[in-house]
């Protein structure tokens, strides 16, 4: 039986364009949301959506502060040149280890699939991108190749994107609406931008 069960998982991640390996949770660098969630699947998709202003920047934020601080490289591909890295520092994240891609709306889920497949970033990040309906399993892929972690920031969920978790935050509440093979609806408070570093602060919100 437990041969037969290897040789079905080897068969399912050759159809899926996956290599060999397993899935393991990353943590989050937040005690309270690996406690609920379980940290963060890797290799893995992460869907974090919610309006702009709800506290979803300042989540994510704070994995990737996590992953620099282990050494780790990070990248953030910024279509829409929302991130201010002055803050993103002020949050913990080495700047050292952070590449921003600026690329334009067409190429971002491009840009993210490659830096992704290429194995040198931990954790890839996707801010405001236009469309990733048509991106999702290729990015799926590419983090099994690459073995890193793919979030992915939106206004709504994606229904078509195969995200092993998915928050929605709203009003500096995190909550879980999906987990592959875990509990939904735990929910979080996300921690606040540093005193005179809300990037969004003349705007009446934070990210």
Do not use: H, N
Request: hydrophobic share 45%; net charge positive; glycine share 12%.
């Amino acid at each position: 039986m437990a041969d037969a069960l290897t040789a079905l998982r080897a068969r399912i991640r050759e159809i899926e364009g996956r290599p060999a390996g397993e899935r393991r949770p990353v943590s989050s660098g937040q005690a309270p949301l690996d406690s609920l969630a379980g940290g963060l699947p890797c290799p893995g998709l992460v869907e974090v959506c919610g309006p702009r202003g709800g506290g979803r920047t300042r989540l994510v934020l704070g994995w990737a502060a996590a992953r620099t601080r282990v050494g780790e490289r990070v990248a953030w591909v910024d279509p829409a040149r929302l991130l201010y890295p002055p803050s993103a520092e002020a949050l913990g994240v080495s700047l050292e280890r952070l590449l921003v891609v600026r690329a334009e709306d067409a190429q971002a889920a491009w840009a993210a699939e490659q830096l992704l497949a290429s194995g040198c970033f931990g954790l890839v990040v996707v801010s405001e991108a236009p469309d990733v309906r048509g991106a999702g399993r290729r990015w799926e892929q590419a983090a099994w190749r690459g073995r890193g972690t793919l979030v992915v920031l939106t206004d709504k969920p994606v229904r078509d994107l195969p995200a092993d978790l998915r928050f929605m935050v709203q009003d500096d509440v995190a909550t879980v609406l999906r987990r592959r093979g875990g509990d939904q609806g735990a929910r979080l408070t996300v921690p606040g931008w540093p005193v005179g570093l809300d990037p969004w602060a003349s705007a009446g919100g934070a990210a």
